[in-house]
């Protein structure tokens, strides 16, 4: 027979019961509390102030004390992926005391031995390799065959090196005055100057953060094109948006541009609008070549990486998508909302750079956007195929009359049919930043060339 419990007991153990969870729960309240307190704070202080930076402070190591998740993006940089149309496989080489380095991107000119034809006699023709990391963008400069076979000068550091500091050191502290003094010296003392590829001080200002554009040859192009839209005088730091400068700090350096007169000034030739017609027309007006052709004597012209240009006549920029939203786009470390300074392409990185704004799946996505890389490129194919057309004939008529106007018009074709070929072959989204725009281009290059053989044809056919 069971003995039973003296019923006053029992309203005693429930009590001590509901105190024990009432107590857990309390705790545990004030626990997901002081959590959420402490995410709070990190997202209102989200970094810790190891290192003071000042103007001059140069090493992007330093910077990383600081902003170590944002560093050990930028030390991503130096990955090597491929994708369809872009990107870079790792080629093992043999170092040699001309050129130490173990590894190069593959050679875009064994890729299409077509590009040393349109290139004759240009530097390119000798060396032009896939694009690489922003790691690599000082040592690939500074090893490139190109620098063998023509003496660069120092105002290629502009795009290829961490140029704030040294332009400051040369001017006195004047940006512009030390940008002029680089520019005209030999390649070989600028890069004395220099210790970094593109570091954190060239987009960053150390005491705020803020964005801020620290090119010379920018701050002076992005103020002719404002002044030829009516604006004058505009300051690009001090009024740009926040989300214009996103995609203003990596125009720096991803245009067109050309080297003026004996000081080799950089300029980007946007006086007359961004567009590759406005561009020819500039250099057209201003009479300027790169080079003059070896086997046509055409004055040519060659295109840089105007990524800025052509994503100006996109849906992207139409869209108010600035560079960074798709190439460095935001991400989520703990309660940080930090953007990803792995800088790639968009199509390694497709749920953070597209499935923001756009909800399909990445298999859709990705297929969508090498759709268009397919078809700009086979158009490629095409405008190459109607240049090398041309130049062969020019080579013909040259042998047979060097004085025909028939020629110089022919040479005039070919002029303005490489470049804008080359408009979309240096630029490195294979047409993504503004697909219409690209084939239009690839379409007018492949009519000049066309119009080429026309202004021969009597020379050729004698008739």
């Known amino acids: 027979?069971?003995?039973?419990?003296?019923?006053g007991k029992r309203p005693i153990r429930i009590i001590t019961l509901v105190s024990i969870i009432v107590a857990v729960a309390a705790f545990g309240s004030a626990a997901l509390l002081i959590n959420i307190m402490e995410h709070k704070q990190e997202a209102r202080n989200p970094f810790f102030r190891v290192v003071d930076l000042t103007d001059t402070t140069e090493d992007p190591a330093l910077w990383g004390k600081n902003f170590p998740m944002q560093y050990d993006g930028y030390k991503r940089?130096?990955?090597?992926?491929?994708?369809?149309?872009?990107?870079?496989?790792?080629?093992?080489?043999?170092?040699?005391?001309?050129?130490?380095?173990?590894?190069?991107?593959?050679?875009?000119?064994?890729?299409?031995?077509?590009?040393?034809?349109?290139?004759?006699?240009?530097?390119?023709?000798?060396?032009?390799?896939?694009?690489?990391?922003?790691?690599?963008?000082?040592?690939?400069?500074?090893?490139?065959?190109?620098?063998?076979?023509?003496?660069?000068?120092g105002t290629c550091m502009h795009c290829h090196a961490s140029?704030?500091?040294?332009?400051?050191?040369?001017?006195g502290r004047d940006l512009i005055k030390g940008f002029e003094k680089m520019n005209h010296m030999p390649y070989s003392e600028a890069r004395k100057l220099v210790s970094h590829p593109v570091a954190c001080i060239d987009c960053h200002d150390p005491a705020t953060m803020a964005l801020r554009v620290t090119r010379p040859g920018f701050i002076e192009g992005i103020r002719a094109l404002k002044a030829s839209q009516g604006i004058q005088n505009y300051d690009v730091n001090a009024m740009a948006t926040r989300q214009e400068m996103r995609t203003y700090v990596c125009g720096q350096c991803h245009v067109e541009y050309y080297f003026k007169g004996p000081e080799k000034r950089l300029v980007y030739p946007w006086a007359k609008g961004l567009k590759i017609d406005s561009i020819m027309a500039y250099y057209d007006e201003t009479e300027f070549k790169d080079w003059t052709h070896a086997e046509t004597k055409a004055p040519a012209l060659k295109a840089q990486h105007p990524e800025f240009e052509l994503w100006n006549q996109g849906i992207h920029a139409r869209s108010g998508v600035a560079c960074a939203d798709c190439h460095m786009p935001y991400k989520r470390e703990g309660a940080l909302k930090i953007s990803d300074h792995h800088v790639r392409s968009p199509l390694l990185n497709i749920n953070r750079a597209c499935q923001t704004c756009h909800k399909w799946p990445e298999e859709e996505l990705k297929a969508r956007a090498e759709t268009i890389q397919e078809r700009t490129f086979?158009?490629?194919?095409?405008?190459?195929?109607?240049?090398?057309?041309?130049?062969?004939?020019?080579?013909?008529?040259r042998t047979a009359d060097s004085t025909n106007s028939a020629l110089a018009t022919a040479q005039q074709y070919q002029r303005k049919a490489q470049f804008y070929l080359d408009f979309v072959e240096a630029e490195n989204s294979t047409g993504f930043h503004a697909p219409q725009e690209a084939e239009r281009i690839l379409g007018e290059s492949i009519n000049f060339s066309r119009k080429g053989q026309v202004a021969l044809r009597t020379l050729l056919t004698g008739k």
């Open 378 to 397: 086979r158009l490629r194919n095409v405008a190459m195929d109607a240049l090398v057309d041309l130049i062969n004939d020019l080579k013909m008529v």
């Open 163 to 171: 140029v704030y500091v040294p332009y400051k050191n040369l001017g």
């Open 1 to 7: 027979m069971n003995e039973q419990q003296p019923s």
């Open 77 to 153: 940089t130096v990955d090597q992926i491929r994708t369809r149309h872009g990107g870079s496989e790792a080629i093992a080489r043999t170092p040699t005391q001309v050129d130490p380095r173990s590894v190069v991107a593959q050679s875009r000119l064994e890729e299409d031995p077509r590009l040393k034809t349109m290139w004759a006699g240009y530097a390119f023709a000798v060396d032009f390799r896939e694009e690489r990391g922003h790691a690599y963008m000082l040592d690939d400069q500074t090893f490139t065959e190109r620098q063998q076979v023509v003496k660069q000068p």
